[in-house]
């Protein structure tokens, strides 16, 4: 995948420990934060706020010292800076000097406010110096950032920070991210291949051209599909097996929003004919499926969602409600499979009793019961 989007929300687990919880099943919560204290893992904008690999973070650093953005933490950070910039050098100077920081270090004069937009100024202050890579972060308390200088973060890295990637001509790192991202995705045709890395301009076929022609990427044509598509050359194995019919997908999982499957909406129509949005932004009155709805995966289709919450003082997975996919035609194994892989995300997160709300359609809430109570 090469990055985990980090999202706060934790109605349920966090976005990047449900990403890893759909592929790995079940697996130390502790990973993350000690994969990145031990400098295995880093944090940088990436698709977003990402989860990287210590190999991938200098040309991620690269990429972003080059390119001129307009990403929204760009231009925050921006206005920051030229807002307070005696106050923002003496952060830094602290941290420097005192070492790691977090925002909760800091006294809040407006106890009242809350949300997104309104961080006390020195967490305004230290996302920007992460923003434009002066910060980074060294570790996770609770999911809190705790943030220190780059130098130091970068001098535990493993593998070791390699400086040379910090010189890569752009061409070179685009390159790179194309062809991470065609890894990543499995099979993609053209137009979907820039929003893995949010690349500028976007990728056409024209620019994949050389990469076919040197055998790093192998196109194929998909039924259905009226654009030729594109296979990175370390799956071909893969692909040989899928144009045999051998390639079987076998799991069902529960996905987060934000996982990197449901990122580009118009991929996720055109491969798996499912419209998805993530509702937690939605006012409630306007919401059709629910605050925090968890695609389902089964068997390599999407065939349906569900609004999750986990009451973890009680134990309690609670599933408000159920929705299968007005054309799939729910058999027994599915959804014995389907009660399976909510019982283990439950059992996953320590909420092992499942409380199950109003389903679609409705008779499948019996049959999903019955396998819990078995």
């Given amino acids: 995948m090469r990055l985990l989007q980090i999202d706060s929300i934790h109605v349920v687990a966090r976005s990047p420990y449900l990403v890893l919880h759909a592929r790995l099943g079940s697996y130390p919560q502790s990973w993350l934060e000690e994969a990145l204290e031990a400098g295995r893992i880093a944090e940088c904008w990436a698709h977003e706020a990402c989860f990287v690999t210590a190999s991938d973070i200098g040309l991620h650093r690269a990429w972003r010292a080059q390119s001129e953005s307009t990403h929204w933490a760009d231009k925050h950070a921006a206005r920051a800076r030229d807002a307070h910039p005696e106050q923002m050098q003496a952060l830094l100077e602290r941290v420097r000097v005192s070492g790691p920081v977090r925002a909760s270090d800091f006294e809040r004069a407006d106890r009242g406010a809350s949300g997104w937009w309104e961080w006390k100024p020195e967490k305004r202050w230290l996302e920007a110096w992460f923003a434009s890579g002066e910060l980074m972060v060294t570790r996770r308390e609770r999911f809190q950032r705790i943030y220190d200088l780059a130098e130091r973060v970068l001098d535990k890295l493993d593998p070791s920070f390699d400086h040379a990637v910090l010189t890569m001509p752009q061409a070179a790192l685009r390159k790179r991210f194309i062809l991470d991202s065609v890894r990543a995705l499995g099979v993609t045709q053209a137009r979907w291949i820039a929003d893995y890395f949010r690349l500028k301009p976007a990728v056409d076929e024209r620019e994949l051209t050389p990469l076919l022609a040197t055998g790093e990427l192998l196109s194929v044509q998909v039924a259905g599909w009226k654009s030729p598509a594109y296979v990175h050359r370390d799956h071909a194995a893969l692909l040989e097996k899928a144009r045999e019919g051998r390639l079987r997908a076998t799991n069902t999982v529960l996905l987060s929003p934000f996982d990197p499957l449901i990122w580009d909406r118009a ?105 819990w109570r078995g």
């Fill in 267 to 371: 991929r996720l129509r055109d491969m798996f004919d499912f419209d998805y949005s993530i509702e937690c932004y939605v006012p409630a009155a306007k919401r059709k499926y629910g605050y925090y709805v968890l695609p389902i995966l089964h068997r390599g289709r999407l065939i349906g969602r569900l609004d999750a919450k986990a009451h973890r003082a009680e134990g309690v997975f609670e599933v408000k409600a159920l929705f299968l996919e007005k054309q799939v035609e729910p058999s027994q194994r599915m959804l014995e499979e389907l009660a399976q892989a909510i019982s283990d995300t439950a059992a996953w997160h320590d909420t092992p009793k499942i409380r199950l709300g109003r389903c679609r359609p409705t008779a499948i809430g019996s049959v999903l019961r019955a396998h």
